[in-house]
T-cell receptor, first 112, second 112 residues
Framework: GEDVEQSLFLSVREGDSSVINCTYTDSSSTYLYWYKQEPGAGLQLLTYIFSNMDMKQDQRLTVLLNKKDKHLSLRIADTQTGDSAIYFCAESGNNAGNMLTFGGGTRLMVKP | SQTIHQWPATLVQPVGSPLSLECTVEGTSNPNLYWYRQAAGRGLQLLFYSVGIGQISSEVPQNLSASRPQDRQFILSSKKLLLSDSGFYLC???????????FGPGTRLTVT
């Protein structure tokens, strides 16, 4: 079946850039997503990218997609303490129900 | 605008007791609905999804079941809870054949 992998933990200093990486195995992925989860809360959709795109930028967020290597990354510019959270990568295959497969999440810690 | 509600927010139940978690969506019609479970420190596991009233697809065999009695209502149930059912249960919705999934605030279930 499909698999999505992420590193468990990332620590950066406030003001630096953060780069969270994700790899996936499903070559038929149509959309790839980044979600943010703050403690005790649900998931917030940050951004998503269609599989025929290489890059998408939205304010401080930049998503890069290398479809050949099945590698997705999320770059957060000027990282703030409020960005501390768990970030989930997800992919949707070619299915009518738009079921998502999630990675295990990367915990981002931003130090002041 | 669309909103998604889940209740209860927190639940502590003994092993062997029944379970009923409710999810409702406002501001949209004929949504796709999803139930996910997040075990402590883990990623999300899709449990059930529904593309219409009475249409439920199960992704993981277990002692849980789901029902969709109304267009915008999704219920997760169990007749007898197990310790392994503990976790954070998240409901999500998307526009029918849409690509963005939006999550509710979640229910934290502890089975004792």
């Amino acid at each position: 079946g499909e698999d999505v992998e992420q590193s468990l933990f990332l620590s950066v200093r406030e003001g630096d850039s953060s780069v969270i990486n994700c790899t996936y195995t499903d070559s038929s992925s149509t959309y790839l997503y980044w979600y943010k989860q703050e403690p005790g809360a649900g998931l917030q959709l940050l951004t998503y990218i269609f599989s025929n795109m290489d890059m998408k930028q939205d304010q401080r967020l930049t998503v890069l997609l290398n479809k050949k290597d099945k590698h997705l990354s999320l770059r957060i510019a000027d990282t703030q303490t409020g960005d501390s959270a768990i970030y989930f990568c997800a992919e949707s295959g070619n299915n009518a129900g738009n079921m998502l497969t999630f990675g295990g999440g990367t915990r981002l810690m931003v130090k002041p | 605008s669309q909103t998604i509600h889940q209740w209860p927010a927190t639940l502590v139940q003994p092993v062997g007791s029944p379970l009923s978690l409710e999810c409702t969506v406002e501001g949209t019609s004929n949504p796709n609905l999803y139930w996910y479970r997040q075990a402590a420190g883990r990623g999300l596991q899709l449990l059930f999804y529904s593309v219409g009233i009475g249409q439920i697809s199960s992704e993981v065999p277990q002692n849980l079941s789901a029902s969709r009695p109304q267009d915008r209502q999704f219920i997760l149930s169990s007749k007898k809870l197990l310790l392994s059912d503990s976790g954070f249960y998240l409901c999500a919705w998307s526009v029918y054949r849409g690509y963005e999934q939006y999550f509710g605030p979640g229910t934290r279930l502890t089975v004792t």
